[in-house]
């Protein structure tokens, strides 16, 4: 078998190793026979499946034997195999240009068909879209922001544009959509005016905007504001659990304490200290004023207002800092920061129980194996492998409205697939068993996915 792959990439697909500067020289039809499909629409494995893909698109989807297949179609036996769509990665950071030429390869060599570039200077993030596009870059599909969207701040970086007024909100608004950005980011040192003039103009604009919750607001405005997505359950500063605490006005006021000390030692050029935010006597009574009838309010708000969540477990800025981030922590502070970790687990599974659409997500340094952790994560939190592995796949599809041609592996459906040794519904650690990544109709060659991968 292996030998038969890599006679397909010699054959069919090279020209993703030098570029797509020509239209690749490819055969009318690949069909992978005797395969196991998870489609992830949420139905059972289907098992001695043929998949006939040609050009880009899966044309034909049945079982073994009954699928007519044509006589000069590339035959590729997948017995023992699983075939699952391409996956998303619903939060990464580019950084720079040449920080993505290096990493976005690495990606698909771990299945990564699809990325939300959740901030990055913007001309290096239009360059890495364009040249993934048209094949310059081997890469995932990419939908991008730009820079993220600051208040007021003491200095300037590629990936931030700091809005000091409502005016200057509404313009970087109107600008990012004019440069091609999918979608605007907010942060969290937004003040309460700039926040609002940024909702209302993407509003106007009808471009969605996504991101932190600033702790100038709640998180029930935020999704009354029109928020499509809520990144790491709020962001560094606990903006869903604050929602769905009994004390919430009590523990809001107390963040907004320590981002206006923050802000006040950046603009004096002094450390800014927020450790507060990980020690008991703020992670206690977070905790301990969990409530579960503020929570299912709150998500019950998520789903009528199609507001997603992406939870980022894996960089769940407490989660690090109580296994080993922080060396200034007590017992006390490590004990309550990790029943606040397990409470984000709890709320993520509850969530998706109340109908909260979720995404998986890492924002760490893209090494490929980050986004697989994640699912695992999910799956400890209480998803099924279904769930988990649907958070990768239909789900980012279905937030980025191209159901129609991406997420699940059915006829009609862009060829975006990772083929498995082991099935990922047993052991959701599966998905990283990667035997082949096909990106639209594609087998991508051997040499580039054993390089991402070394």
């Not at 901030?119 to 890495?128: A, C, K, V």
């Amino acid at each position: 078998m292996k030998a038969l792959f890599a006679l397909l990439y010699l054959l069919l697909f090279t020209a993703f190793v030098s570029g797509q500067s020509r239209t690749p020289a490819r055969p009318k039809q690949l069909a992978l026979i005797h395969v196991t499909v998870i489609d992830a629409t949420g139905a059972p494995a289907k098992q001695d499946r043929t998949v006939v893909i040609t050009g880009d698109r899966i044309t034909a989807l049945g079982k073994t034997g009954n699928v007519r297949i044509s006589k000069t179609a590339q035959i590729l036996d997948a017995t023992g195999k699983f075939i699952i769509p391409g996956l998303w990665d619903m939060h990464i950071h580019s950084v720079s240009y040449e920080n993505g030429r290096r990493f976005l390869p690495l990606l698909m060599a771990h299945g990564i068909t699809g990325v939300r570039d959740m901030g990055s200077p913007l001309e290096d993030i239009l360059r890495l879209r364009q040249e993934t596009n048209e094949g310059k870059i081997l890469g995932p599909r990419m939908v991008i922001a730009g820079p993220l969207l600051q208040g007021p701040l003491p200095f300037q970086t590629p990936f931030i544009m700091s809005v000091h007024n409502e005016a200057e909100a509404t313009q970087a608004v109107i600008y990012l959509k004019g440069r091609g950005v999918d979608f605007i980011k907010v942060h969290d040192a937004l003040p309460r005016e700039l926040y609002f003039a940024i909702a209302s103009e993407a509003r106007r604009q009808g471009i969605p905007f996504v991101g932190h919750v600033p702790p100038s607001i709640s998180a029930t405005e935020a999704i009354n504001a029109g928020q499509h997505s809520i990144e790491h359950l709020g962001g560094r500063f606990y903006g869903v659990l604050l929602a769905c605490s009994s004390r919430e006005a009590e523990l809001t006021e107390r963040i907004r304490s320590i981002v206006k000390n923050v802000l006040k030692a950046l603009n004096e050029k002094k450390e800014p200290d927020d450790s507060e935010i990980f020690r008991a006597g703020f992670t206690k009574p977070l905790f301990d004023s969990f409530s579960s009838q503020k929570a299912a309010v709150l998500f019950a708000a998520f789903k009528k207002n199609d507001t997603w969540q992406v939870p980022t477990l894996v960089a769940q800025p407490i989660r690090e800092a109580v296994n080993g981030g922080r060396k200034d922590l007590n017992e006390d502070d490590i004990r309550y920061g990790k029943l606040l970790v397990r409470k984000q687990f709890d709320m993520v599974a509850a969530m998706k129980r109340a109908g909260v659409k979720i995404m998986a997500g890492t924002d760490l340094p893209p090494d490929g194996l980050t986004l697989h952790e994640e699912l695992s994560l999910l799956v400890e939190a209480g998803l099924t492998p279904m769930e988990a592995l649907q958070t990768a796949t239909r789900n980012p599809a279905e937030f980025l409205g191209r159901l129609d041609s991406l997420g699940t592996v059915e006829r009609g459906k862009i060829a975006d697939l990772v083929l498995l040794d082991a099935n990922p519904l047993q052991d959701i650690r599966n998905t990283r068993r990667i035997h082949a990544v096909i990106f639209g109709g594609n087998v991508i060659p051997q040499s580039p996915l054993q390089k991402g991968k070394d």
